[in-house]
């Protein structure tokens, strides 16, 4: 039985848009990696990850990147990441704002998760990242459980 359907979109500040992995190195200046890529551009891996989650997350609800019917049918959801990166002392941020539109009704939540780092190097903290978007889904599939 479908409960509803979610469009779900999702993108990145610029210095986040480029094929490296982006690491802070002190409190103003930030590096991508030139060798540490991203295996497709982050926009796309980031919002299909989050079709993915919030679709096991809210079963029975069609979640999708692209417009399926009228558009008013749907649940409207936004994220902006700003900040997607490794740091200096060994945290991986996670940071941004969702914005979920339900029966013309805007529900506005950033984020700003800083998560440690179990161990060092570029895959340690490619999983923390990702563990960090994981919880960013989380909380939109309670959210949008709460106003269904």
């Known amino acids: ?3 509803g359907r979610l469009l779900a979109q999702v993108s ?3 210095f986040l848009a480029g094929n490296g992995l982006v ?3 002190s409190d103003v200046q930030y590096i991508t990696a030139r060798s540490n ?3 497709s551009p982050l926009e796309q891996q980031l919002q299909q990850s989050l079709v993915a989650n919030l679709s096991a997350a809210l079963p029975g609800t ?3 990147t692209q417009p399926i019917g009228s558009s008013g049918d749907s649940d409207q959801l936004a994220v902006t990441i700003t900040g997607f990166h490794g740091r200096y002392d060994g945290r991986a941020v ?4 969702w914005l979920l539109t339900h ?3 805007v529900i506005r939540q950033p984020f700003n998760l800083t998560l440690p780092q179990k161990k060092d190097g570029y895959d340690a903290l490619v999983r923390t990242l990702a563990q960090g978007w994981e919880t960013v889904g989380q909380q939109v599939a309670k959210e949008f459980i709460a106003i269904n």
């Open 12 to 14: 990145v500040a610029d």
């Open 37 to 39: 890529l991203w295996a």
């Open 94 to 97: 996670v940071q941004g704002v």
């Open 62 to 64: 069609l979640v999708s």
């Open 1 to 3: 039985m479908q409960k």
């Open 103 to 105: 029966d013309g009704r």
């Open 23 to 25: 690491y802070q190195t």
